[in-house]
């Protein structure tokens, strides 16, 4: 019962997201270089010029790639953390207790997913010819730090790539720094409504 | 929440009342936080010289070239998405869920 409920947020967050991915788009462009342009349609016919009406989905495969995991890992995490503060006790959990079980979800999800975030940011932005697809955008942000980490300038293999960025302190820290508070503030109210709404429809 | 009311069909307007309660919400949460989605698309974006910019060096950044202005740039695009973004999940999970054979309660 669970993976039919599972099944049909997928498709709803494919849908729902397929169809708002021009505006998507257009909020992460102004958001990265909002200072470029004059008022938002100007940006909308600076993509439009870039690469036809097809360039206004630009990134919206990894996007929504991303919805299976980040909801399943989040119905886990809640579950996992709602059976960790109930105990033995059995007891009904208070308002606060599922607000925090939430934010617990939102957190994991986020930070386990965040590798796929990066990447769709990279692809939104991303103009003509910049990237070939999904596969193409990873290896390039890989080759890039793993560069700047070890200072080479020979091109690294995929396995010293993995092992530089996993000794990469600073990157570690940035990314997790900026994952954590965002996510703490974005994905707990939202994660928390959600999965209040969907649990008493599958008997959580 | 009740059990016996969810099955009466009178409640669909109670699902639109909490569709428009989770639009709102969303809305506020997202007014709260689009500063900290703002600085956290630009750390992803890696963009020119900001290579190893810190969140912290980021939002000051940002403050002193463009005021507060600066932080919610691409708010309006992001408003626009919320009414269509939750209607259409709504309609296309309970088709889904219906098609199926999923219940309810």
């Known amino acids: ?204 | 929440m009740n059990d016996e009311g969810r099955k009466l069909p009178k409640n669909e307007a109670q699902i639109h009342i909490l569709l428009i309660c989770g639009a709102i919400s969303s809305s506020c949460g997202q007014l709260l936080s689009y500063p900290l989605a703002l600085v956290r698309t630009r750390l992803q974006a890696e963009t020119g010289s900001d290579n190893r910019a810190s969140m912290i060096i980021l939002f000051r950044q940002i403050y002193d070239k463009e005021g507060l202005r600066g932080f919610y740039r691409g708010i309006v695009p992001n408003f626009m998405k919320v009414a269509p973004a939750v209607s259409i999940s709504y309609v296309v999970y309970e088709r889904t869920r219906r098609a199926l054979g999923a219940e309810m309660c």
């Open chain 1, 1 to 204: 019962m669970l993976w039919k409920h599972l099944a049909a947020g997928a498709v709803a967050g494919a849908v729902s997201r397929t169809f708002t991915a021009p505006l998507d788009r257009l909020k992460v462009f102004l958001q990265v270089r909002g200072a470029e342009f004059a008022s938002l349609s100007y940006c909308f016919r600076q993509l439009l010029n870039d690469g036809g009406w097809p360039a206004l989905w630009r990134g919206n495969g990894i996007n929504v790639l991303k919805i299976a995991p980040e909801t399943a890992i989040k119905f886990m995490a809640y579950e996992h953390a709602k059976r960790k503060i109930r105990g033995t006790s059995g007891a009904e959990l208070t308002i606060q207790q599922r607000f925090l079980a939430g934010a617990f979800a939102g957190v994991v999800s986020q930070t386990v997913i965040y590798p796929m975030e990066v990447l769709k940011t990279r692809l939104v932005l991303g103009q003509t010819g910049d990237h070939r697809g999904i596969m193409h955008c990873a290896h390039k942000i890989l080759r890039k730090l793993s560069a700047q980490s070890s200072g080479e300038s020979k091109p690294p293999t995929l396995f010293q790539t993995t092992t530089n960025l996993f000794s990469n302190p600073n990157l570690q820290t940035l990314k997790a720094l900026g994952v954590s508070i965002e996510a703490i503030y974005q994905t707990c109210w939202a994660s928390f409504l959600t999965l209040e709404l969907i649990s008493p429809f599958m008997k959580l």
